[in-house]
């Protein structure tokens, strides 16, 4: 952009963390421009979350925006200390929490359990990664004989997840990343016009994490989800199959939107999660238990000023969503929580005392004790 001549056509201020482009104003809790660092993206935006996750919430953070905006260099570089993205970071950070729990207060541990341990904590990381590609899921990390599409469904709480994801444990940040080269190697992608390496799918990396902390098991996800760019196909200038991508992309994004719109409309009831696997797979992070981020992305030149607009405005809706995160024990630990409840509720039900038996007392008529007759 800068070697074809193009005028910057947006204007950002990050210390009232206001932006302004075609003549609009909007407002952030964070705006960063172009001069910002990978470093100083993920202090500002992701720290508290990360710790959030650790305790035993679950935290979505999501990038969006046209394509070629930045949003996969954002989320899932790899490079050096200097260009790696968030996701790389986060890896790092989950690591550090569970090798030094020293640092959170807790005492150095005895012996060892997974990543790390102490008597009183410890943690248990697996993650997963899939792509929707054309409305269809494809697992990121399964064999690569493998291509089946995965299935989509909805479990007893009322929330969808992918049937048959691989899950994979690991020990440390750098097996976290591999994981996440490996399956972003596989992304489906596209060279056109406006972006040499377009991805033409929605990515859902996830680490689950297991926490024990005095007897009681807590589980958390973190998704770390890119999502394919929206695209104006007269600029990407694709044809057959990156045109039937780009639709099914954009298909995607305007459920995303309906889904938004309905969240934060005052009259509106019915939220349409089912439109789409993405708004259903993303049905808990909108609305739902889960603390979420969502990074907008905007290409500054003047070109790209109407896409840019129409990310900000969705930006800005995204913004007034409530979500009602709260911590969720494991399932197992849940029944036996439960069990434990309703047991002490037992034991303090008032019971009359129990009746007499294998004696008497009997009195005469003369008020003096009778002989205990052994009978009785």
């Known amino acids: 952009e800068v070697c074809n001549g193009e005028v910057e056509a947006i204007v950002s201020d990050g210390n009232s963390n206001t932006i302004c482009v075609c ?91 997974g990543i790390g341990a102490t008597d009183d904590l410890q943690f248990l990381v697996q993650v997963s990664f899939c792509e929707i590609y054309c409305e269809s899921v494809r697992d990121l990390l399964a064999p690569e004989s493998s291509t089946t599409s995965c299935r989509v469904r909805q479990n007893e709480q009322g929330c969808f997840e992918v049937e048959g994801l691989r899950t994979v444990d ?43 902390n005095n007897g009681h098991w807590t589980v958390s996800k973190l998704n770390l989800v890119d999502l394919a760019g929206s695209e104006n196909v007269l600029k990407s200038e694709v044809r057959g199959q990156g045109l039937l991508e780009a639709g099914k992309i954009n298909t995607s994004l305007l459920a995303l939107g309906n889904v938004i719109n309905a969240l934060t409309s005052r009259t509106q009831t019915h939220v349409p999660y089912r439109d789409s696997v993405l708004t259903k797979l993303l049905m808990d992070s909108l609305g739902g238990n889960a603390r979420t981020l969502m990074i907008a992305t905007c290409a500054p030149a003047a070109t790209f000023e109407t896409e840019g607009l129409s990310t900000l405005r969705y930006a800005a809706r ?43 007392l009997s009195s005469g008529g003369g008020g003096s004790s009778g002989p205990f007759d052994p009978r009785l």
């Open 170 to 212: 690991v020990m440390n940040d750098v097996e976290m990343m591999e994981y996440m080269r490996t399956g972003s190697s596989r992304r489906a992608e596209r060279c056109h016009t406006v972006n040499s390496q377009s991805s033409r799918s929605h990515a859902i990396f996830t680490i689950t994490v297991r926490r024990l």
């Open 318 to 360: 995204v913004r007034s969503i409530k979500n009602t995160p709260h911590i969720k024990l494991d399932p197992k630990d849940e029944i036996i929580q439960g069990l434990r409840k309703e047991l002490e509720k037992y034991r303090n039900v008032e019971r009359p005392p129990p009746a007499l038996s294998g004696s008497s």
């Open 23 to 113: 003549e609009k104003k909007f407002t952030f809790d964070h705006v960063l421009d172009s001069t910002t660092t990978q470093a100083q993206v993920y202090d500002r935006l992701c720290t508290d979350l990360v710790n959030a996750s650790m305790e035993g919430f679950n935290v979505t953070i999501f990038c969006y925006g046209m394509t070629g905006s930045g949003k996969t260099y954002t989320m899932y570089e790899c490079g050096n200390e200097d260009s790696m993205g968030i996701a790389c970071r986060i890896f790092q950070a989950i690591h550090c929490t569970m090798t030094s729990p020293a640092s959170r207060g807790v005492e150095e541990p005895q012996s060892s359990n």
